[in-house]
């Protein structure tokens, strides 16, 4: 429904600092498609927790989406709708991490660049009904972005995404297979075990956390499945549903 040539977004419980879309749209240039920002988490009383800061390098910054890791929040979103509309939008069959799944899709346009606002422009509100830290058919926000990635890296090597070409019942079956190699990778069962000492906080299960090689393997893997895993649920996926 949006007329203008830019679509700003905004979670229903988060906030705009002033004058965030005036510095988002000094930064748009030609070859611009999205420009996010820096962000400050607070709780569901309005004070601060934290806060993140980006560098404004697209390279880097596409790099980091590729890998789920360290990149802007939704609500910082400030997207060129007509690349928007090129990719038809938002992915429905994607029922959390729609907008990491829209991010990776906007990566096509491989002449197109990536911006971000390195001011804290936008605030994100976290409480303990916060929508990504629940499960929907059995499927956590992590499991949808790591399912995202993998989508995109077939369409990266088959021209087709499973999350648009498949079925119904092809799409339910696709599910099922990833989330059975989910649960059987041991790298999952880390990225799982991080975040939940990310929200308890205790100091014995940071030491376990930051001691594990998996910790080191995650600063170059980031939120994704390893290659060798994703390989195979490529040619599972050739064999089984590519036409």
Not at 67 to 85: I, T
Not at 118 to 124: M, P, S, Y
Not at 185 to 209: A, C, D, G, H, Q
């Amino acid at each position: 429904m949006a007329k203008g040539k830019w679509v700003s977004v905004i979670d229903s419980d988060d906030v705009f600092f002033p004058k965030k879309i005036e510095k988002q749209v000094n930064l748009i240039d030609k070859n611009i498609i999205f420009i996010g920002s820096s962000f400050l988490y607070i709780n569901d009383k309005g004070s601060h927790v934290a806060y993140y800061k980006y560098k404004n390098n697209s390279k880097i910054l596409k790099n980091n989406i590729i890998k789920n890791k360290n990149f802007p929040p939704h609500s910082s979103y400030f997207v060129k709708r007509e690349y928007l509309k090129k990719i038809n939008g938002y992915n429905q069959r994607f029922l959390m991490a729609q907008d990491y799944d829209l991010l990776l899709r906007l990566q096509i346009f491989k002449n197109k660049k990536f911006a971000v606002c390195e001011d804290v422009l936008t605030k994100v509100r976290i409480h303990a009904q916060n929508r990504s830290l629940k499960k929907i058919n059995y499927f956590s926000q992590l499991d949808f972005s790591i399912l995202a990635s993998i989508c995109f890296r077939i369409y990266q090597q088959t021209k087709k995404n499973p999350s648009e070409y498949l079925s119904t019942k092809e799409w339910s079956n696709f599910l099922y297979i990833v989330k059975l190699h989910l649960t059987s990778s041991s790298y999952y069962k880390f990225l799982v075990t991080k975040l939940k000492y990310k929200k308890r906080k205790r100091i014995f299960e940071y030491i376990n956390y930051f001691s594990s090689l998996n910790f080191f393997k995650s600063y170059f893997l980031g939120h994704v499945l390893p290659n060798k895993i994703q390989d195979k649920l490529l040619i599972i996926y050739k064999q089984k549903f590519l036409k």
